[in-house]
Nanobody, 124 residues
Framework: QLQLVESGGGLVQPGGSLRLSCAASGFTLDYYAIGWFRQAPGKEREGVSCISSSGGSRRHADSVKGRFTISRDNAKNTVYLQMNSLKPEDTAVYYC?????????????????WGQGTQVTVSS
């Protein structure tokens, strides 16, 4: 069974950091570009970051540039999202997704496999 499982979410104060993990089971991520998406209450799902299958290319949304970093460890079949300088507007459910292609894209409809999501809440 192909599965993505996110972890690492939680409650953090503004200015704090979290690292999200996305672990794959049932398939290898080597041939998949990975994206991180988020959805806040009452808002549409938006692309946050994505990384190519090799890890050589990355993209970040303007709203998180300089604060978030996506990385991957194919040996561990895991992708990470390091989130620093968190703001209340970063509060959302964060999802990772996989698509079998080399280059990464920030369009959610292109992705084939999705995790269940992990809640990130930034509040004092």
């Amino acid at each position: 069974q192909l599965q993505l499982v996110e972890s690492g979410g939680g409650l953090v104060q503004p200015g704090g950091s979290l690292r999200l993990s996305c672990a794959a089971s049932g398939f290898t991520l080597d041939y998949y570009a990975i994206g991180w998406f988020r959805q806040a209450p009452g808002k549409e799902r938006e692309g946050v970051s994505c990384i190519s299958s090799s890890g050589g290319s990355r993209r970040h949304a303007d709203s998180v540039k300089g604060r978030f970093t996506i990385s991957r460890d194919n040996a561990k079949n895991t992708v990470y999202l390091q989130m620093n300088s968190l703001k209340p507007e970063d509060t959302a459910v964060y999802y990772c997704a996989a698509v079998r292609r080399v280059t990464c894209i920030m369009t959610s409809v292109e992705y084939d496999y999705w995790g269940q999501g992990t809640q990130v809440t930034v509040s004092s």
